[in-house]
């Protein structure tokens, strides 16, 4: 952790929503709808930066948000969401898909 932000805070906030703003930015692209896929490692992740970008057709997991023991450091999200919370959040703004 460095400075109140930890890495998988840093990969959703900047990484993620910073690549998706980028694209934005390409000729053509601007305006087409974005489908996030996470991998099983970045499931949270990718379910934050999806909550957080505008414009989020669908969001395909490897698997369901995991507790906040099992899943990446974010700095107290599990005083404010379940991950059950998280996915009923994203169902109400886009497609959410889980393979298994």
Avoid: Y
Wanted: charged share 20%.
């Amino acid at each position: 952790m460095l400075l109140g932000q930890t890495l998988a805070g840093m990969q959703a906030w900047w990484d993620t929503c910073r690549a998706a703003e980028a694209v934005r930015q390409i000729a053509g692209f601007a305006r087409l709808p974005l489908h996030f896929h996470a991998s099983p490692s970045m499931t949270e992740v990718g379910a934050f930066a999806a909550l957080f970008e505008p414009d989020v057709a669908s969001l395909t997991l490897a698997n369901e948000p995991r507790s906040d023991k099992e899943a990446s450091d974010f700095l107290n999200w599990s005083r404010i969401v379940t991950p059950q919370q998280l996915l009923a959040l994203a169902r109400q703004r886009f497609v959410v898909n889980i393979r298994r």
